[in-house]
């Protein structure tokens, strides 16, 4: 059975920064992307940076774009999230995930497997 687990989230003050983790257990990487998704209260869940562990190519969302930063590990069962220059607008629930084959990277729908979600809360 596939888990993930994140951890690394708080709170901070704007413009500083956190480090997001996720460990994927029972996981084989085959041919899919991972991501990090957020969902502020009462918004829907969004994709903030994914990364395609095949070849290490990532994308990001317009609004963290400079900010953040996604990347993983040699094993490609564990990916990561720099998150810097945080803004009150990145408050959110923090979610990792990962598909089993490539396709549309910013829908959640593509994404089989989630975690369980790590809080992030930026005061001004």
């Known amino acids: 059975q596939v888990q993930l687990l994140e951890s690394g989230g708080g709170s901070v003050q704007a413009g500083g920064s956190l480090r997001l983790s996720c460990v994927l257990s029972g996981y084989t990487y085959s041919s899919g992307y991972m991501a990090w998704f957020r969902q502020a209260q009462g918004k829907g869940r969004e994709v903030v940076a994914c990364?395609?562990?095949?070849?290490?190519?990532?994308i990001y969302a317009g609004s963290v774009k400079g900010r953040f930063t996604i990347s993983q590990n040699a094993n490609k069962n564990a990916v990561y999230l720099q998150m810097n220059s945080l803004k009150p607008e990145d408050t959110a629930m923090y979610y990792c995930?990962?598909?089993?084959?490539?396709?549309?990277?910013?829908?959640?729908?593509?994404?089989?497997?989630w975690g369980q979600g790590t809080q992030v809360t930026v005061s001004s």
């Open positions: 990364i395609y562990p095949k070849d290490g190519t990532t």
């Open positions: 995930a990962a598909s089993d084959n490539p396709g549309t990277w910013f829908s959640p729908d593509l994404y089989n497997y």
